[in-house]
């Protein structure tokens, strides 16, 4: 309903007609808005809606899956961009898989390339009950701090189900390795969950002082090293 302040001085809508007193464009009339054309929703806005959707619905699988184990490392933005490469498979008619997320940091403010400049290394061999994963990291992480005496690795394997829409996950930890010892392999094994049928690997750096593992983002990184369907 239009309010009058007085006879001369009109604000609101009456028949179909909207009076405004603007300070920028001064006193004006105006047809209503959505009084003339009625707004149509095309092809195109559906299907980019239901990327968006669905996008939103996978990549909540795997933010989900990971949060438990990012508790003491949030921020970032694993999630727009796990949305948008969900969406794009959506958009070329791809099935959801995880290969596509290979190499994504799970927060790029902190990113486990800036404590592993180099090349890291591993192997996955899959026999009827287990997962064994070899990680080579040819040399120790550097945290640039001369309180941190060594760091502990950790690998967080998630199963994904798009079809189902749940997921499952495992991790493991190595022991805290000290910084004054040799850079050798570190050897994993997990149970190997059934009716899933791809996987991707998340390794966690954690820096440590003597045994302890430290808090901060800054003396951390996660990374998805490894990303792809059961053979």
Same mark, same amino acid.
């Given at each position: 309903?239009?309010?009058?302040?007085?006879?001369?001085?009109?604000?609101?809508?009456?028949?179909?007609?909207?009076?405004?007193?603007?300070?920028?464009?001064?006193?004006?009339?105006?047809?209503?808005?959505?009084?003339?054309?009625?707004?149509?929703?095309?092809?195109?806005?559906?299907?980019?809606?239901?990327?968006?959707?669905?996008?939103?619905v996978?990549?909540?699988?795997?933010?989900?899956?990971?949060?438990?184990?990012?508790?003491?490392?949030?921020?970032?933005?694993?999630?727009? #961009? *796990?949305?948008?490469? +969900?969406?794009?498979? $959506?958009? %070329? &008619?791809?099935?959801?898989?995880?290969?596509?997320?290979?190499?994504?940091?799970?927060?790029?403010?902190?990113?486990?390339?800036?404590?592993?400049?180099?090349?890291?290394?591993?192997?996955?061999?899959?026999?009827?009950?287990?997962?064994?994963?070899?990680?080579?990291? #040819? *040399?120790?992480?550097? +945290?640039?701090?001369? $309180?941190? %005496? &060594?760091?502990?690795?950790?690998?967080?394997?998630?199963?994904?189900?798009?079809?189902?829409?749940?997921?499952?996950?495992?991790?493991?930890?190595?022991?805290?390795?000290?910084?004054?010892?040799?850079?050798?392999?570190?050897?994993?094994?997990?149970?190997?969950?059934? #009716?899933?049928?791809?996987?991707?690997?998340?390794?966690?750096?954690?820096?440590?002082?003597k045994?302890?593992?430290?808090r901060?983002?800054?003396?951390?990184?996660?990374?998805?090293?490894?990303?792809?369907?059961?053979?």
């Open positions: 309903m239009a309010k009058s302040n007085s006879i001369f001085n009109l604000q609101g809508t009456i028949a179909g007609l909207t009076f405004v007193n603007s300070k920028r464009y001064k006193p004006h009339v105006r047809t209503a808005r959505g009084s003339k054309t009625k707004v149509e929703v095309n092809d195109t806005f559906r299907r980019n809606n239901s990327a968006m959707i669905s996008g939103n996978a990549a909540k699988l795997i933010k989900d899956a990971l949060d438990p184990h990012r508790q003491d490392f949030k921020g970032g933005d694993f999630w727009q #961009k *796990a949305v948008g490469i +969900f969406q794009k498979q $959506f958009k %070329t &008619g791809q099935d959801f898989h995880v290969e596509d997320l290979k190499g994504l940091e799970i927060n790029d403010r902190y990113p486990l390339g800036r404590l592993l400049p180099g090349f890291l290394d591993y192997t996955l061999s899959i026999d009827e009950s287990k997962l064994h994963f070899g990680l080579d990291l #040819k *040399a120790h992480p550097d +945290f640039k701090r001369k $309180f941190v %005496t &060594g760091y502990r690795a950790a690998l967080i394997f998630v199963f994904p189900d798009f079809v189902k829409g749940h997921a499952a996950s495992a991790v493991g930890y190595s022991p805290v390795i000290y910084f004054n010892s040799p850079c050798t392999p570190i050897h994993f094994s997990i149970d190997k969950p059934k #009716k899933f049928d791809q996987y991707l690997v998340v390794l966690k750096i954690e820096a440590c002082e045994d302890v593992v430290l901060g983002n800054a003396l951390k990184g996660m990374k998805i090293i490894a990303a792809a369907e059961f053979g």
